[in-house]
């Protein structure tokens, strides 16, 4: 069994930090890419960043210079730095990971961490 669990989420003023983590555990044979979405109210979800196992990076042009993805391939954990944070960045943040484990191919999601940016 599979798990991705995301924390860090929570309330910030505009122009402030936050940094989401997130650990996938469990039968996990190797992780081919991990990635952040997130979803606010009324939208659909939306890509914000993913990184794959070797490293290369690709971001929403919307959060282009303001986050940060970067991974912890050891640990099975990805993480997202983001600075520079606009009410619009307010959504519901969740992790995803591609992956193989002992069941084989298989996408995998977190729950989800609320991230609210106060104008």
């Known amino acids: 069994q599979v798990q991705l669990v995301e924390s860090g989420g929570g309330l910030v003023q505009a122009g402030g930090s936050l940094r989401l983590s997130c650990a996938a555990s469990?039968?996990?044979?190797?992780?081919?890419?991990m990635a952040w979405y997130r979803q606010a109210p009324g939208k659909q979800r939306e890509l914000v960043a993913v990184?794959?196992?070797?490293?290369?990076?690709n971001y929403a042009d919307s959060v282009k210079g303001r986050f940060t993805i970067s991974r912890d391939n050891a640990k099975n954990m990805v993480y997202l730095q983001m600075d520079g944070l606009k009410a619009e960045d307010t959504a519901v943040y969740s992790c995803?990971?591609?992956?193989?484990?002992?069941?084989?191919?298989?996408?995998?999601w977190g729950q989800g961490t609320q991230v609210t940016v106060s104008s």
């Open positions: 995803y990971a591609l992956l193989t484990s002992s069941s084989g191919w298989g996408n995998y």
């Open positions: 469990g039968s996990i044979v190797s992780i081919n890419r």
């Open positions: 990184i794959l196992s070797g490293g290369s990076t």
